[in-house]
């Protein structure tokens, strides 16, 4: 595509209000742009992206120059460039979504905010690769601001609130990707309000991506019902050929399911190749300490990597919870009379066949926290070296358990 029939077809666009179109023609990635750029500046050196745009409508004009000087900086691979000129890009482009009374500007923003992010993480690699800090990202979050709040007000038109989702999740990406979690909450306080739009008229996809990220901090807050609520809303909405989004969805929901006492069948974790948590799942089923153990220093790094090492660590108690469940079965059955007083030698011997061997002090300090933590319902006598449970309901459902820490 020459450079103008490209400008040709993103006139058409801004004359007949074709948001969608004109998206595609904004995105950094589109071919058609990109050759086009690359064309004009083959048959001219000193092409000059401000006068070729300048038949388009006031606004659009000064926002296609800005844009076609950042993919010019793309081409040339100076991407710290390429963000400053999307950032110029921004401006004129918010003055053309305030100002134009349809709510057909609501897809073009979609590519403009997108374009922002994935410039700016680039931007901020070839800065970390010239020895400079990387600040581009964080001033992305800054200029994301802008575009929330410009959506939200929805001047003109009620249906431009529908772009403000979008910019939630992207702007939330960054806070993840930056480690400043604590920005998201304003974000999801704003989504939960009524000035917000109705949250089923967004598209799924978004409705998807914000409740996976709602369910992760969620987790990060220790707040696990919610955790479990929003990553099942997340994974029921996906769509059915998004095998890798439900992947993802579930790397998270799995070790929150367990937390609260819920076991995924088998099926589940080989449909999705989570293979990483079956030993866990082994070990929560059998009570095995050290099956336990081993998988979370064997498996340390990855589950570090994916932000779900904490969360299992937390499942450490629960095994105990298993295992010590078993011996008072057990216990039971050799002296019902004397059911609801578990020896702690015996949790102590059941613990040494699995290679754990434990003094008695660590055996009731491990007993002492099942109780505080709520996994176990009684009290320790020191003296005897003995746990007392309830009569009724001795091990309660994992989800009353006090898992904050």
């Known amino acids: 595509m020459s450079f103008a029939a490209y400008l040709q077809a993103v006139g058409a666009c801004i004359a007949r209000q074709d948001g969608p179109q004109l998206r595609d023609l904004v995105t950094i990635d589109s071919g058609a742009a990109q050759q086009a750029v690359m064309q004009a500046r083959q048959g001219n050196p000193g092409w000059n992206p401000a006068h070729a745009t300048s038949r388009l409508p006031e606004g659009w004009a000064e926002f296609f120059s800005s844009h076609c000087a950042c993919l010019v900086a793309l081409q040339d691979g100076s991407r710290v460039e390429a963000y400053e000129k999307a ?19 609501v897809s073009p923003m979609h590519s403009v905010v997108h374009n922002l992010r994935s410039i700016a993480q680039m931007a901020d690699h070839e800065l970390r690769r010239a020895g400079q800090r990387p600040d581009k990202l964080g001033d992305c979050g800054d200029q994301l601001r802008k575009c929330f709040a410009v959506s939200l007000q929805a001047p003109g038109n009620k249906d431009k609130k ?37 949250f089923n008229a967004f598209p799924a996809a978004q409705r998807v991506t914000y409740k996976f990220y709602v369910g992760r901090l969620a987790v990060f807050n220790e707040n696990y019902q919610e955790a479990r609520a929003s990553l099942e809303y997340a994974l029921q909405h996906c769509h059915r050929a998004a095998q890798h989004n439900k992947a993802l969805v579930l790397k ?32 929560m089923r059998s009570g095995d300490v050290k099956l336990f153990n081993d998988t979370m220093d064997a ?21 105990f919870r298993r295992l010590l469940r078993k011996v008072h079965a057990v216990h039971a059955k050799l002296e019902p009379e004397k059911r609801a007083q578990i020896p702690l030698a015996q949790f102590q011997a059941a613990l040494a ?53």
């Open 252 to 283: 998270y929901l799995v070790p929150v399911q367990l937390l609260l006492g819920h076991l995924p069948s088998p099926a589940l974790v080989a449909a999705h190749q989570l293979h990483q948590y079956e030993p866990i799942i082994a070990a």
């Open 353 to 405: 066949t699995q290679g754990l061997e434990l003094d008695m002090d660590e055996v009731e300090c491990i007993a002492a926290n099942l109780i505080f933590r709520k996994y176990v319902k009684g009290y320790l006598s020191h003296k005897a070296k003995v746990m007392v449970v309830a009569k009724t309901d001795p091990f309660p459902p994992l989800d009353t358990a006090a898992l904050a820490d």
């Open 87 to 105: 950032v110029a890009a921004l401006h004129p482009f918010l003055k053309v979504f305030r100002e134009d009374a349809g709510a057909w500007v």
């Open 299 to 319: 498996q340390q790094f990855r589950f570090i990597q994916e932000g779900t090492y904490l969360l299992l660590e937390k499942l450490r108690y629960a095994v």
């Open 162 to 198: 529908l772009a403000a989702l979008d910019i939630v999740n992207l702007s939330i990406k960054i806070y993840f990707r930056l480690n400043t979690l604590r920005l998201c909450k304003n974000l999801m306080r704003t989504v939960d309000s009524r000035q917000f739009a109705a």
